[in-house]
């Protein structure tokens, strides 16, 4: 099941012409990441904070379909992929009113953080893949996601 955040786009969110900020969005995507995991149990503290296995960003991607204003409602939508056995993809769709905004990707790696090793993925990311995967996401809505990936 797709998991999905409501967020509402505030002030600070925004640059000089009253838009959202560019990477701005990608931190609200990255928003979206934790409350899928603290959403299944995860610890976010014991996540993020002195972890032996830490899951950094080696790419992303960001397509805007129309601008987004302070005091926008949004739903960011989040679809999770396993790419092998040490890597993920989380596709992300934004939408106000039921309408594509934005859509990114950002693609993980799971590493050691001592050696910086990739490692395989743990249990509980495994969990969380299969937990929010795409497979209940609609015909309709997946060609729309790959029309711009």
């Known amino acids: ?6 967020r509402t786009v505030r002030f600070q969110d925004t640059d000089a012409a009253g838009v959202v900020y560019f990477a701005n969005v990608l ?15 995860i610890n976010l503290k014991d996540f993020f904070t002195n972890p032996t296995l830490a899951f950094p ?31 993920f993809e989380i596709s992300y769709e934004i939408t106000i009113s039921e309408v594509i905004v934005a859509k990114a990707i950002t693609r993980h790696v799971c590493i050691d953080v001592g050696t910086r090793i990739k490692q395989e993925l743990p249990t509980q ?25």
Not at 1 to 6: A, D
Not at 127 to 142: V, Y
């Open 125 to 149: 990311i495994i969990n969380w893949l299969e937990t929010n995967r795409r497979e209940g996401e609609s015909e309709e809505r997946r060609k729309l996601r790959e029309e711009i990936v």
């Open 1 to 6: 099941m797709i998991f999905t955040y409501q």
């Open 27 to 41: 931190g609200i995507c990255h928003e979206a990441y934790e409350e899928s995991l603290a959403d299944l149990g």
């Open 57 to 87: 960003i080696v790419h992303s991607s960001l397509d805007f379909l129309r601008p987004m204003y302070c005091g926008d409602k949004l739903l960011i939508s989040l679809s999770p992929q396993k790419i092998g056995d040490t890597k």
